[in-house]
């Protein structure tokens, strides 16, 4: 990769490089909704640049930066929207001096920190995969046989489960602890309260560009064209709900109350220079699910925890994308291939991404291995699942060479049940 440079001041580890560049939508005391793109600690206002013929040879819509939110630039379709980031890539670097030199500078990069971040896209549906061969097989432990963790069709075909698009919610929104009924091993008949193991869950989730009609199917060879970028998802989970509830239709009120995302959308070009190949498949998928090249990612993931009242947080997971069993192009290819069709801004999440060792598995309910194995958090205190108060952060980045592209950060704080 060519090596880039930019006249804009970007703090040492920025996720947000001149390589980077991911779209958002923001507003704050001043500014309605709108569209940006985040570069070191600011936010292109794209609105302005509009405003100013920065993008008029590219014809695009009156006001379509002007959005509450990136639904309608995304159907725009990749060709546009890769040129737009293409141009202010552009505009930013060191001797482009069009924007550096511009009056309107001032006006087009807004303080991030000043910057209020909303959700980035209308979900119309959301689906979660469980598509963690480390992730399914330490489940699979714990709750069945561990000779046979991993249930027949798990190596066939990427399992999922529809879940509900109005409870996702972005970073910084706090959740209170949701209620629901659990049944113990050793207790008689269920019983109805607040959760007692919150988890969260580290994921990455994509979110498509494109729709399909009903009845129509995408194969692994075209399903890029059809994902437009990635968040960080952190899918909140009542551990002891969801396994009273679960059968025989899968995950309901342990699952449906809340799941937090990062604001910034990464896009697939952005990521393109981490590709990696993904872990051998054993047995030969079938046809539609085979597929060419590499769709796999090489991006750190990281979860910490910060208790109330601590200064810092502590991390307690550290795991990979590229360890994921079934890709994006295959998870896609099922999704649709009985001919359901998907729209623009639907989210579709990774499931739980562990590794193979035990700091890097993706979830308390590993970490703490159903609660019998304690985490030690720095500030001396342990944990087998979340707590009131309790803040949990998500981070993730890819590192090459130089070359940084991260995510930022997706965090929310749990307080108590109402």
């Not at 659990?182 to 008689?188: A, G, I, L, S, V």
């Amino acid at each position: 990769m060519s090596e880039l440079k930019t006249w804009v001041e970007i703090p040492k580890n920025s996720d947000f490089t001149i390589y980077n560049l991911p779209f958002g939508v923001f507003k704050n005391k001043r500014l309605s909704p709108r569209i940006g793109i985040a570069i070191g600690d600011k936010i292109v206002d794209l609105s302005v640049l509009d405003q100013e013929g920065f993008f008029s040879d590219l014809f695009l819509p009156e006001g379509i930066f002007l959005q509450d939110s990136l639904n309608e630039l995304i159907a725009l379709g990749k060709n546009q929207t890769r040129k737009i980031r293409e141009r202010v890539q552009d505009l930013l670097l060191t001797d482009n001096e069009k924007l550096r030199d511009h009056s309107i500078r001032g006006k087009v990069m807004v303080n991030r920190k000043e910057a209020e971040m909303l959700l980035p896209v209308k979900i119309g549906d959301y689906t979660d995969f469980y598509s963690s061969m480390e992730h399914a097989t330490n489940v699979g432990k714990m709750f069945r046989d561990p000779e046979n963790a991993l249930l027949p069709n798990w190596k066939h075909l990427p399992v999922g489960y529809h879940g509900r698009a109005s409870s996702i919610i972005p970073s910084g929104v706090n959740i209170h602890r949701p209620k629901g009924q659990f049944k113990d091993p050793d207790m008689e008949s269920p019983s109805f309260g607040p959760s007692r193991r919150m988890d969260f869950e580290l994921e990455l989730a994509f979110i498509t560009g494109k729709p399909t009609k009903l009845g129509d199917s995408v194969s692994t060879a075209e399903a890029e064209d059809y994902i437009f970028g990635f968040v960080l998802f952190n899918d909140w989970s009542a551990r002891d709900i969801q396994a009273w509830e679960y059968v025989p239709l899968g995950p309901f009120l342990g699952k449906n109350f809340a799941s937090s995302i990062s604001p910034w959308v990464v896009t697939l070009e952005a990521l393109d220079y981490f590709r990696v190949e993904g872990p051998k498949q054993d047995p030969e998928v079938l046809p539609y699910l085979q597929c060419e090249g590499a769709h796999s990612f090489d991006i750190n993931l990281e979860a910490y925890i910060q208790p109330e009242g601590a200064k810092q947080a502590s991390r307690v997971c550290r795991s990979n994308f590229k360890y994921m069993y079934w890709n994006i192009a295959q998870q896609l290819a099922h999704h649709t291939v009985n001919g359901c069709n998907i729209n623009v801004g639907d989210m579709m999440a990774s499931g739980t991404i562990s590794g193979p060792t035990e700091d890097s598995f993706g979830s308390m309910l590993e970490l703490s291995w159903k609660g019998s194995k304690p985490v030690k958090l720095e500030t001396g205190e342990e944990r087998k699942f979340i707590e009131d108060g309790d803040t949990v952060i998500m981070k993730g980045y890819a590192e090459k060479d130089g070359v940084r592209v991260g995510f930022g950060e997706v965090r929310s704080k749990l307080l108590p049940a109402k």
